[in-house]
Every structure is written in C-alpha cells, then in structure tokens.
C-alpha cells in the first residue's frame, strides 16, 4: 500500500508562540521539527511522496533535500470556507465535500497540498500530518499507515486527546481537514476512527509548549532537534540557540 503525505508548515517567526522566547529562536525550533517530521516520513517504506506546503523559501529548500516536493503556500487562493456558486467550500480538493465557513490559512495550505497529492499520486492513499513532530520515528509512521489501512478514514489523536496530529483516508475516500482547535472532535464527526497507538509514541507529540519540548527532549527527538538541544546545553547558550538546524540530505526526490 503507497501512501502520500501532506505537511503544512508555517516556517517564520511568527511560528510556536507559546513556545516563548524570541521569534527567531522559535522559529529556528520549528525548521528543526519540520525538517525532522520530513526525514521520518521520508525513510517510512509505505511513503511514495511527501508533499510540503510552505511559504518559506528557504526552509522549502532544506526540505526538499530531504526529498520532499514543496509546494508554495499562496496567500488568498481560496481555501477551506471560500464558497463556491452552490454554496459550498470552492477551496476544498473534492468540491462540495463541505460547507462554507470562515476562512482559514492552516486547513487551505492543507487542501492546496492535498489537491497537488490528488493530482500527483491519484492511486495512492492519503495523509495529512502536523509538522511539529520532533520525536516521529519512521516505525511510528510504518505502524500507523499499516493501522489505517484497515479503515476508510482514520486519525491520530494528539497525547491530549482532543487535537489531531495526522489525518489518513483511503484513496479515493473525500478527506476534509479541520485542524485547529477541538480537531479530533470534528475529525470523528466527519467519519475518521481514532487509531489506537501509545501516548509515548512519536506521532502523537506535537510540540506547543515548553513542557511539550522538555518531555520531548526526555523521549529523544530526531537529529536536527536535537542538535539544538545539543547547542542549548552549551556554556554561554541561552535554552534556545541561534544555531541553525543541520540538514541531512538525501539529495534525491523522496519516491519509492
């Protein structure tokens, strides 16, 4: 079973406000957890493509060396709650799949993505995973698609249990994402089952606040966060460094 993956990344640093720090700390702290969400993705066996949605150039650039296909994020192309002629969410990759409702940046960069993944891959199935995953592992990623393939819709709830952290359909089963908070309650009300996966595990870890960091630091995180926290522990460092993230390059699209 080949799946294809789409991660909406923000990238600026206006990114993990309540992370707290400086702007530019935490934002070199979100590239990190994008740039390791990717390399997972990227070494999971069932993952045929990647697809990134990004308005930041520069960390585009450091993802699609990790093998990802980056797709720009164009502010004001419609999106989830722009209405079509019926009446209906024009934005959304399945038109009439949802009805309009206040626009919303996050769920359009993930339709935009999800519409590029359609036309891309049609034959295989699809995800949608947050891009603030330090601690995901490509078992994580391996053990959730083969879960969700036994279901039409399928979701991973956040450790806290009321977000989401990836959302999967079948291919050719209408996905309509709503991310943001009380996800996982309109995530299961559109017909996405719960995947019974443990709290510990990487996929389920999302990073938002410090507390989130520190236990995710204690987990052990991917290479690129954690040369961060390599460089926090540093004499004369401050608890985020100004470091920049390393990138692991695979030099190669990420196709298999």
Known sequence: MSWVVVVPVKGNPGAKTRLGGPGRDRARLADAFALDTVAALAAAAPVLAVFVVTGDSVLGADLARLGARVVPEVRGAPGPGTAGPDGTDAGHPFAGSRPAGPAD???????????????????????????????????????????????????????????????????????????????????????????????????????????????????????????????????HHARFPLAAPLVTSTDRPLEK
């Open 105 to 235: 940046p996050l769920n359009a960069a993930i339709d935009v993505g999800l519409a590029e993944a359609a036309a891309e891959c049609p034959a295989a199935h699809r995800a949608v995973i947050t891009g603030d995953l330090p601690a995901l592992t490509a078992d994580d990623v391996e053990r959730t698609l083969a879960l969700a393939a036994h279901h039409e819709r399928s979701m991973v709830p956040d450790a806290d249990e009321t977000g989401t952290t990836m959302l999967l359909a079948l291919a050719g089963v209408p996905i309509s994402p709503h991310f943001g908070p009380g996800s996982r309650a309109a995530h299961e009300a559109a017909g996405h089952v719960p995947l019974a996966l443990p709290a510990r595990s990487g996929i389920r870890r999302d990073v938002d606040t410090p507390a989130d960091l520190d236990l995710v630091e204690r987990l052990g995180a991917g290479p690129h966060t954690s040369a961060l926290f390599a460089a926090a522990s540093a004499p």
